[in-house]
């Protein structure tokens, strides 16, 4: 099977990567450094996985699905339904992109509203973003980030002692919430975690291959607190 990957620097794809390289699989990297907005170029949702088995080619995307997918063929980084943490492992796979990314993309969609309205009339914007983070998607991901902590101080990662595509899913939207949620460091459980993904060397070389920047990452996610 061959596999070609579509990533853009600093995503969601970023995921993929990681997983790829825990998986110890081959692939072809194909880097975007930002989105496509040519109208010849085809359209890309990253990330965007391209299998090709037996003259067949297959385009997969979905973060969720991709991981799914490999990880079922590798059968790796998965639990069987026998598993004692296998619910766990059932819920969190849904989790990250089911309903925590979602609160983190409304924040971002905020964010951009303010950097595209007029700066004379800017404060509006700025007033709809901080009353609708206050009175709704803080809270909201409080309530998450409190249900993530409780968790972890229990388990080693999400599917208890076992390391899991549900870890993986989880990376970037928590780490994003790092720099996005004003009160991130109350939750000694989660920065632990994130050091903890942080030391596996698979991480660490899709980091530097994906050309991750903490910085970039950090400044983006910062403007939608
Ligand atoms: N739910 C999808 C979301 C994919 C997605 O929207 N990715 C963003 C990058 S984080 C993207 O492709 N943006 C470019 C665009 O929408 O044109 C997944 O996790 O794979």
Known sequence: MELKLHHLI???????????????????LIIHPQKVLNADAPPHKFPTLLLQQSGHEQTLTESSAIAA???????????????????DFC???????????????????????VCQTPWPVRFISLAVKATFNKSYLNPEIKTQLALLNDHLTKNTWLAGDQFSYADILLWFPLHACMHAYPDFQAYNTLECYLRQIKSRPAFQAALLKGQWSADEFQRYWEMTQ
């Open 10 to 28: 600093n995503s969601r794809s970023q995921r993929i990567l990681w997983l790829l390289e825990e998986l110890q699989l081959d692939y072809e």
């Open 91 to 113: 819920f969190y796979t849904h989790f990250s992109d089911g309903s925590f990314m979602p609160n983190l993309a409304l924040k971002q969609v905020f964010s951009q509203i």
């Open 69 to 87: 997918y490999l990880c079922q063929q590798k059968q790796a980084l998965i639990l069987n339904s026998s598993a004692h943490h296998y619910w």
